[in-house]
């Protein structure tokens, strides 16, 4: 098992009240807005807003009438996910609909009790294959029959040009060197085979897009998967 160390402490990260304030600020995700769209009974769509951040996802399922439950490992996150809804939801509620919890640990949750998952930017956070595969594992769990998972999940190449981050040694896709910790770098097809395993193909092609700088690169696996079976 390799020794390289955790590197920067992923809580102290995430619960950083600028960090917070960061991704509060961000508009919904575009390709989540489209989805949206597409369902047609929104009420009647149970959907759990995974790593929900500072709620830039969950204000606008809620406003569009979705059955919305939202989870985050980052207490300061879930501080201020329950500030932003709670003029839609109302304080009590808000409490039951955002919740501190780890991706790998939906105990909280029924077995197939969501119809859509969101997941962005969250599965990478893992910080070794172990946790990886609960996570999926859970994600599969609380997962309805013919549900889907939206993802977005780094590929390999993210990170700073001058000290790219490293394989860790005896892994298959753990990285060390990004400012968070580690992260679970995949590329698309290796991240439909990790969602094959669990019984979920994608519905549309999965996709990679490359936004980079002179300084970093951001290099973004993009899918949607649905449940099989």
């Not at 950083?16 to 769209?37: G, I, K, N, S, Y």
């Not at 929104?42 to 969950?58: E, K, Q």
Request: hydrophobic residues 45%; aromatic residues 6%.
């Amino acid at each position: 098992m390799s020794q390289v160390p955790l590197g920067p402490d992923p809580a102290r990260f995430w619960e950083d009240p600028a960090r917070v304030a960061e991704f509060a600020a961000r508009e919904p995700d575009v390709r989540l807005v489209d989805l949206m769209q597409r369902y047609a009974a929104p009420r009647a769509t149970r959907v759990l807003d995974l790593g929900c951040a500072g709620g830039r996802n969950t204000e606008p399922l809620l406003e569009a009438g979705f059955d919305v439950i939202a989870v985050d490992a980052s207490s300061a996150m879930v501080a201020a996910t329950r500030a932003r809804v709670a003029p839609l939801a109302g304080a009590a509620a808000t409490e039951h609909r955002v919740l501190l919890a780890r991706m790998d640990d939906l105990s909280f949750a029924a077995d197939a009790s969501f119809d859509l998952v969101v997941a962005l930017g969250i599965y990478q956070q893992a910080q070794d294959e172990a946790e990886w595969t609960r996570a999926l594992a859970e994600t599969a769990r609380v997962l309805r029959g013919d549900g889907r998972v939206l993802v977005a999940n780094f590929a390999p190449g993210t990170g700073p040009r001058a000290d790219p981050p490293g394989l860790v040694t005896g892994t298959r896709f753990v990285y060390t060197g990004l400012a968070d910790g580690r992260a679970c770098l995949l590329t698309a097809d290796e991240l439909d085979g990790e969602f094959a395993r669990i019984g979920l193909a994608p519905e549309v092609p999965t996709t990679t897009v490359d936004r980079s700088s002179e300084e970093h690169r951001r290099v973004t696996v993009n899918a949607l998967y649905r449940k099989t079976g």
